[in-house]
Nanobody, 117 residues
Framework: QVQLVESGGGLVQPGGSLRLSCVAS????????MSWYRQAPGKERELVAA????????NYADFVKGRFAISQDNAKNTVFLQMNSLTPEDTAVYYC??????????WGQGTQVTVSS
């Protein structure tokens, strides 16, 4: 199995930036895609950004294009989410996800991001 631990959330003012990190452990050799999702109160969990383990191809939700960037350090089994130009609408719990093995999924515990003045 794969275990994920997120960090880097917090309170930030509108227009500010945060960098989230997600460290994977366990069967990391079998991971082929890592993603960030978010869930705001009363809303469904939604995909924010994803990155393929091999090749590093990325895709983003339309609402974060140009503001957020996903990246990875495979040697450290870590994926990052750089979030810039944050707005109150970005307030949510952000979850790291890994797809590995035979299409198994693993989730982190989530990290709270609050954008408020």
């Amino acid at each position: 199995q794969v275990q994920l631990v997120e960090s880097g959330g917090g309170l930030v003012q509108p227009g500010g930036s945060l960098r989230l990190s997600c460290v994977a452990s366990g069967l990391t050799f079998s991971i082929y895609r890592m993603s960030w999702y978010r869930q705001a109160p009363g809303k469904e969990r939604e995909l924010v950004a994803a990155i393929s383990r091999i090749g590093g191809s990325t895709n983003y939700a339309d609402f974060v294009k140009g503001r957020f960037a996903i990246s990875q350090d495979n040697a450290k089994n870590t994926v990052f989410l750089q979030m810039n130009s944050l707005t109150p609408e970005d307030t949510a719990v952000y979850y790291c996800n890994a797809v590995y093995g035979r299409n198994s999924n693993s989730w982190g515990q989530g990290t709270q991001v609050t954008v408020s003045s």
